[in-house]
């Protein structure tokens, strides 16, 4: 009897593991289209403040320079209308820093006294070299181009430009007024009685009529100079602050 061998068990295979779909790596950060809008924004942002900071850097040192050559162009041109000024009435007077000036003492003396009926010998002599000084101050002071002072100045105020030119007009009519006092003075001390009396009083009415003038186009004389950077004060007065040169 024949002994049937045990037949062999077959070995199954290990169960294969399930496929899984590929996986996409993700993005990097420095490439995702949001981050590098969001960067470019800010960079652009930050090159316009920089080009803005340096734009008004330059602009501003540019304005701070031209300032600077328009204070020395102001500064130059008072400096010479201060000259000319100062020439034309020391001619006639005793001109002091920040003060209306002394003029024609020997001619105001002497027309007191004739208007007192105490004229001195000599007071037709003074009168005649009143007129004579004043005509050549006048003269003097009327031959500064003060308009053209002002223009070369650059001076853009108009309160500033009338200063200029307001005083330099009423400067010079104190000369024609002085002048014009001392030819009718003249006439004065020829005549006797009520017609001298007369003549003396237009000759003082002209004369006090120049002192008026002279104080008010001295005032306006230095407000010019305050304009032009250079501020003319009286002897120990003291500058207010925040007014000085330029």
């Known amino acids: 009897m024949a002994i049937k061998g045990k037949k062999k068990s077959k070995q199954r295979s290990a169960p294969r593991a399930p496929r899984h779909a590929p996986v996409t790596p993700p993005t990097p950060l420095l490439r995702r289209w949001w981050f590098q809008a969001g960067a470019g924004a800010l960079l652009g942002a930050f090159v316009v403040l920089v080009l803005v900071w340096v734009t008004n850097n330059l602009r501003a040192d540019e304005e701070s320079a031209n300032e600077g050559v328009d204070a ?3 500064v130059a041109a008072a400096t010479a209308y201060q000259e000319a000024v ?3 009435y020391s001619q006639v007077g ?6 209306a000036p002394t003029i024609f003492a020997d001619m105001n003396a002497a027309l007191d006294a004739l208007a007192n009926g105490k004229a001195p010998s000599d007071a ?3 009168f005649r070299q009143a007129a004579d000084d004043a005509a050549t101050a006048s003269k003097e002071l009327a031959a500064f181009d003060v308009v053209g002072t002002v223009r070369d ?8 430009t009338a200063s200029f030119t307001g005083s330099a007009k009423a400067l010079t009519r104190v ?3 002085y002048r014009q006092s001392a030819r009718v003075a003249i006439s004065a001390a020829a005549v006797e009685g009520a017609e001298g009396a007369r003549l003396t009083d237009v000759a003082v009415d002209l ?20 304009a032009g950077g250079i501020p003319e004060l009286p002897p120990g007065a003291a500058l ?7």
């Open 72 to 74: 020395s162009r102001r």
């Open 86 to 88: 100062r020439g034309a």
């Open 94 to 99: 005793v001109v002091e820093p920040g003060l």
């Open 124 to 126: 037709t002599k003074t």
């Open 153 to 160: 100045g650059g001076f853009a105020d108009p309160i500033a």
């Open 175 to 177: 000369f024609n007024l």
């Open 207 to 226: 004369r006090d009529a120049a002192q008026a003038e002279l104080v008010q186009g001295w005032a306006q004389y230095l407000q010019a100079l305050g």
């Open 240 to 246: 207010p602050p925040g007014l000085g040169a330029g």
